[in-house]
């Protein structure tokens, strides 16, 4: 079972590869800040459908070694996480980059994930951390993940 999760955030200290601060779309960088911390809560809450609610209908995920899992994968996945585990205690995350252009952003993102999973009846605490490049699309109704692209696992 893949027991990737989706990039979380809510640090905001985008920069570019040159080190320089980009000219920061205040109004669109706020919005998809305030996806990221949805979905950090909805993952603390262990949420399939508050997670599934910010992808768009297309969404996509590849790992490191190129699988690629469509939106109906995503959740299952997901679910099957959240069934493997006993609680997600802390959902740590760093957004290192956030590129507007027009209604599509890029972002850099670092996530940190510790669980407390259950082995051989004794507690034990897992702790993933994981860099994600996400491709967000403006829609009707917000700022949605149209693709997760898993950089270092």
Not at 49 to 55: A, D, E, T, V
């Amino acid at each position: 079972m893949i027991q990737k999760i989706f990039a979380l955030l809510f640090m905001l200290t985008p920069i570019m590869a040159n080190g320089q601060k980009p000219t920061v779309d205040s109004q669109n960088h706020k919005a998809i800040a305030a996806g990221y911390a949805y979905y950090r809560r909805a993952m603390l809450h262990e949420d399939v459908s508050k997670i599934m609610g910010l992808l768009t209908p297309d969404f996509t995920w590849q790992m490191p070694d190129g699988k690629v899992l469509n939106r109906q994968q995503t959740s299952g996945e997901l679910t099957s996480y959240f069934h493997s585990i006993q609680k997600i205690e802390t959902v740590t995350l760093l957004l290192q980059e956030v590129v507007v252009k027009g209604n599509t952003a890029t972002t850099l993102v670092t996530e940190k994930v510790t669980a407390l999973t259950r082995e051989h009846k004794r507690e034990k605490r897992t702790t993933t951390t994981e860099t994600y490049r996400e491709v967000w699309l403006k829609t009707g109704s917000g700022w949605k993940i149209q693709s997760t692209l898993v950089l270092k696992s």
